[in-house]
């Protein structure tokens, strides 16, 4: 069974310059989380759908931050304009149905802001 | 606000040297409890979830128990691929049940 996939692994941009980050859950899974995870950190939760519709947002930083997940499948994290807080690993996470299953993450990508 | 607190920090062990990583947390009420390992540059790695006190589960040299209050998890002979951090997460009962993580123990175990 394939994992979670995400894309770019790496990313390096300036402040103030936009940026996007897809993910692939795995085939199936109803939910899809993303967390930012900050060096030293554990994962913070920034939203979390179930199928097509958001489920939590409320640590997301809404004026910058904005996310989809059409079809319900795959997802795509935008931050726009980006600042040098933003600098951190995005994951991105999946689960069969919402509460009590363990969560499958992808990789992440790492994003450094300049 | 639910809280998770991770201990130590750090861990340095040398091969064989048994030990347990300590998780305690301020929920009201818990659905459940998970472990996961994350290694450099990867994202975390399932590894337990518990659901009531008293609950212990065990793969390979890893075993996790839960009370009411904190979580350990014991490494028992541990080898150097056993080498990562190790992150605890609470799940309330309410709501969509998001996770709380701690901030992880980071494990060393020297050959």
């Known amino acids: 069974e394939a994992g979670v996939a995400q894309s770019p692994r790496y990313k390096i941009i300036e402040k103030r310059q936009s940026v996007a980050f897809w993910c692939n859950p795995i085939?199936?899974?109803?939910?899809l989380y993303w967390y930012q995870q900050i060096l030293g950190q554990g994962p913070k939760l920034l939203i979390q759908?179930?199928?097509?519709?958001?489920?939590?947002d409320s640590q997301l930083p809404k004026d910058r931050f904005s996310a989809e997940r059409l079809k319900g499948v795959d997802s795509t994290l935008k931050i726009q304009p980006a600042k040098l807080e933003d600098s951190a690993v995005y994951l991105c996470?999946?689960?069969?149905?919402?509460?009590?299953?363990?969560?499958?993450f992808g990789p992440g990508t790492r994003l450094t802001v300049t | 606000e639910d809280q998770v607190t991770q201990s130590p920090e750090a861990l340095r062990l040398q091969e064989g040297e048994s030990s347990s990583l300590n998780c305690s947390y301020t929920v009201s009420g818990l659905r459940g409890l998970f472990w996961y390992r994350q290694d450099p540059g990867k994202g975390p790695e399932f590894l337990f979830t518990l659901y009531s006190a008293g609950e212990e589960k065990e793969k390979e040299r890893l075993k996790a128990t839960l009370t009411k209050k904190e979580s350990f998890l014991h490494i028992t002979a541990p080898k150097p691929e056993d080498s990562a951090t190790y992150l605890c997460a609470v799940q309330p009962p309410s709501g969509y049940s998001t996770l709380t993580f701690g901030k992880g123990t980071m494990l060393l175990v020297s050959p």
């Open positions: 085939s199936g899974h109803a939910t």
């Open positions: 996470a999946s689960s069969p149905f919402t509460g009590g299953y363990e969560q499958y």
């Open positions: 759908f179930q199928n097509n519709g958001v489920v939590d």
